[in-house]
């Protein structure tokens, strides 16, 4: 066991009678995936070091219902939706922020129709806004002057155009950021969306995440950073299989800021 | 009365090519209408400036260079030289020759516009041609391009040379003409291009010119005619559709998923602890028969979705971008809106034969579009991005998703584990729950 950290609930708020500023949707990966859960600590600790008045739903929380909508059965997607808004009305949530764009495009898309209405927020735009009100101090520490590329999550950038706030933040660690040929609206997919992520590709000649790691390894980067924990298992996968996992780490965006910080 | 047969001719023409083009669009918008209807709100303010930016503007050409700069040339070429269509018109119904040569210097600077544009069009439909049958660009190559769609791509290039080549040659005969000082053809217009034409036709008779001006004057009039009604058969609809398309092209972010208002109904009743389950059918409700989910033939696609198969001109941006088409995977987006257009017409024309649609034991899923396409998808929208006039693979393929997994229980084993695990403990892992914030003290 590491150092505790702090991690409050909506029902101890509750019981005494407060309403956290925001809900830390932690989401299914950022729980159990033991990659991911290291980018869930690392953005909790930035959130502590912020001082934001947040709380999480713990085993009240489940799955938003992406990979069901998106393997078509949006049976399971809408009650898996409507109890979760259930859920989160009766805490009177206001406003959503999560590490994962899955979860942020769900909530915040998708939700909506069927009743819940939150201002939600992916974490690297969160980080960005409490950069803006002096909330959180980034600077490079130990990533000033590294080589690194951004591969952007389909459901942050195209699904939701949100090509900005992440390379604001790599730009704030004083990287030199290297993009890949495919970026922003023209990335390629790591392979995991439309819950691909739960099954063997169909038959091809290649796996995607390879594809895309190659493309992101002939950037010669020291860290390809990523914003979503399914890319990350994807990148790192695909830098396994290129057999460079020595010498290129896969990182997400709030870990790196943890990290620059000693957090 | 013998001097008219011309105009005579040229009206009969005019009707006969308008006419049968007028007939076939109206199949087009028939089949279109064959489609679920769409409300598509009140945002025609956004519409109309998305059709202005994207349909005239070209704004998402541009996003490859190459091919945008190139095809604005042809696209403006082609929108342009329509104006001296107009003359042509007008010359063909009164018998007159260049009708707007009283505009004088304007016209001068109007018909060298033309001559431009057309060398400029010449030049681009050649380098069109060069890429796809020299260069050989790989989006062109794919399997779904064998056969008519790669021999239709052709014949509209090699339509497109020779109406440019006809129009070119026509000038020239006239300008000869012109300065022989022939009655009929009145001295007007500025050749830049055709002038460098013209030699060719040095020390031929008055006769025999007129002869060469006024063939190229017709085949270039009844070649238009029959590329209108060439358009009913290929992949070209492009020019018009594109504008309709991108019109009514979705205006929500392109990762929200409509959800299906049919489920929320029932999954509605199914949470509500006052809902009776045993209650009879309410006696007023209207009989409608039980909602199919999602889609497995173009009868229960959207308006939309069959307008985007009419409007694809099969560029292949799409399938060029596809991660699982990149990666050797059989899916092509391109391919999923060429089966959809090429299942509609089959549909339309059982209904031309048997007055209503009679089922040919055929659809689209399974026939033309493979389970193994449908779930190669990763969702990641770089087709639906990468089209440059608002066409929506994706939305096709999610549709026929929804159809495998909730009419026919087909979605593939490992995902019918994620399915379990998300129903019974709310994760798509074999994790409890109640173990949700165990990583706290880890």
């Not at chain 1, 169909?202 to 979503?228: F, M």
Request: hydrophobic share 40%; net charge negative.
């Amino acid at each position: 066991m590491s150092e505790q950290i702090k991690v409050p609930t909506m029902a101890q708020y509750m019981n005494e009678g407060k309403v956290p500023e925001v809900l830390f949707w932690v989401g299914c990966a950022g729980s159990f995936d033991d990659r991911a859960k290291k980018i869930t600590k690392a953005f909790v600790k930035l959130l502590h070091k912020a001082k934001v008045d947040f709380a999480v739903l713990g085993t009240e929380e489940s799955c938003t219902g992406d990979p069901a909508k998106r393997a078509g059965n949006e049976f399971l997607f809408q009650m898996q939706a409507m109890t979760n808004i259930e859920v989160m009305n009766a805490y009177e949530v206001k406003k959503v922020v999560t590490a994962c764009p899955h979860c942020f495009n769900t909530i915040k898309n998708e939700y909506p129709g069927l009743g819940g209405n939150y201002e939600v927020m992916h974490h690297t735009q969160f980080l960005k806004s409490l950069l803006n009100e002096g909330r959180l101090k980034v600077a490079g520490g130990k990533y000033k002057g590294k080589r690194i590329t951004f591969h952007d999550p389909c459901y942050l950038g195209r699904a939701n155009n949100e090509y900005e706030a992440p390379r604001e933040l790599l730009q704030k660690l004083e990287v030199e950021l290297v993009e890949m040929k495919r970026c922003k609206s023209r990335g390629l997919c790591c392979g995991a969306g439309g819950a691909q992520m739960y099954k063997e590709p169909e038959p091809g000649n290649k796996d995607i995440n390879v594809e895309r790691t190659e493309e992101a390894l002939t950037t010669q980067p020291e860290i390809i950073a990523a914003a979503c924990p399914f890319c990350n298992t994807m990148m790192t996968d695909g830098v396994k299989a290129t057999e460079k996992e020595g010498d290129v780490a896969v990182m997400d965006i709030a870990e790196m800021i943890a990290n620059a910080q000693d957090l | 009365m013998l001097a008219y047969l011309p105009n005579f001719l040229f009206a009969l023409i005019l009707i006969a090519g308008v006419g049968c083009f007028a007939r076939n669009i109206k199949k087009v918008i028939r089949n279109i209408k064959l489609g679920r209807a769409v409300n598509y709100g009140d945002n025609n303010k956004q519409r109309w400036s998305n059709m202005a930016r994207i349909a005239l503007g070209q704004s998402k050409m541009v996003v490859r260079p190459i091919s945008g700069m190139l095809h604005i040339v042809v696209y403006l070429g082609f929108v342009i030289i329509n104006i001296e269509v107009l003359e042509i018109i007008i010359d063909g119904l009164l018998g007159t020759h260049r009708i707007f040569a009283f505009m004088g210097g304007f016209y001068d600077v109007l018909i060298a516009t033309f001559e431009y544009l057309a060398l400029l069009v010449l030049i681009g439909v050649i380098v069109f041609w060069l890429r796809r049958n020299v260069q050989r660009i790989k989006r062109f190559l794919s399997p779904e391009m064998k056969g008519w769609p790669k021999n239709d791509a052709n014949i509209i290039l090699y339509f497109e040379v020779v109406l440019m080549c006809l129009f070119l040659t026509m000038n020239a005969a006239d300008l000869q003409l012109q300065q022989l000082g022939s009655a009929y053809y009145v001295a007007a217009g500025n050749f830049p291009i055709s002038s460098f034409i013209a030699p060719i036709f040095d020390g031929m008779s008055e006769a025999s010119l007129i002869i060469v001006e006024r063939t190229c004057w017709w085949l270039h009039i009844v070649g238009i005619l029959i590329f209108l009604n060439y358009l009913y058969f290929s992949k070209h609809l492009h020019i018009l559709l594109a504008f309709p398309n991108t019109f009514y092209g979705r205006l929500t972010p392109k990762g929200e998923f409509a959800n299906l208002e049919a489920v929320t109904n029932e999954v509605k009743l199914m949470m509500d602890p006052n809902a009776d389950p045993f209650a009879a059918p309410d006696p007023d409700a209207s009989e409608e028969p039980p909602v199919k989910f999602g889609a497995s033939d173009v009868l229960d696609l959207s308006t939309t979705q069959l307008l985007n198969a009419y409007t694809c001109t099969e560029c292949g941006r799409c399938t060029s971008e596809c991660p699982a088409n990149q990666t050797g995977k059989k899916l092509s987006p391109r391919k999923i809106m060429m089966d959809t257009r090429d299942r509609l017409q089959e549909v339309g024309k059982n209904i031309d034969a048997n007055g209503t649609f009679v089922d040919d034991g055929k659809q689209l899923l399974g026939d033309y579009i493979s389970h193994e396409e449908i779930w190669a998808c990763t969702t990641c929208n770089a087709c639906v991005e990468a089209c440059p006039i608002s066409i929506d693979p994706l939305s096709i393929i999610m549709d026929m998703r929804q159809y495998l997994v909730m009419e026919q229980s087909a979605a593939p084993t490992e995902l019918n584990g994620a399915m379990t695990n998300i129903e019974n403990n709310g994760a798509p892992w074999p994790y409890n729950q109640m173990d949700r914030l165990n990583w706290v003290d880890e």
